[in-house]
């Protein structure tokens, strides 16, 4: 019995560990506003979303040298490689010291 009860908790904590989404991505952002996210790789196919420079735009891979697979609002498509660049820092305002 007690090893029927080990062998249940042992499968159950392997069925856990491989339910876990560990693809890792990471966060990019289009050069431009209006670029155009497509259902397949290939600029005939649907067009899924319209990207803006403030979207949050995640790479989850290189598809060939032209596409990129991304994932952007949990929608995921196809981006035209040459239009993500890496994520740039938003511009901190300094507030000045007041005497």
Same mark, same amino acid.
């Given at each position: #019995? ?9 499968? @159950? ?9 560990? !693809?890792?991505? #990471? ?9 155009? #996210?497509?259902?397949? @790789? ?18 989850? /891979? ?22 993500? !660049? ?10 000045? @010291?007041? /005497?």
């Amino acid at each position: #019995m007690k090893k029927l009860v080990l062998s249940l908790v042992l499968f @159950a904590q392997l069925g856990f560990a491989m339910a876990d989404n560990k !693809t890792p991505t #990471m966060a990019v952002q289009v050069r431009n506003n209006n670029v155009k #996210m497509f259902q397949q @790789a290939g600029t005939s196919t649907p067009i899924i979303e319209t990207i803006t420079i403030a979207d949050r735009v995640e790479l989850i /891979r290189k598809w060939n040298n032209h596409w990129a697979l991304v994932k952007v609002n949990d929608k995921v498509g196809y981006v035209l490689f040459s239009e993500l !660049t890496n994520l740039k820092s938003q511009p901190q305002s300094r507030a000045l @010291a007041t /005497r």
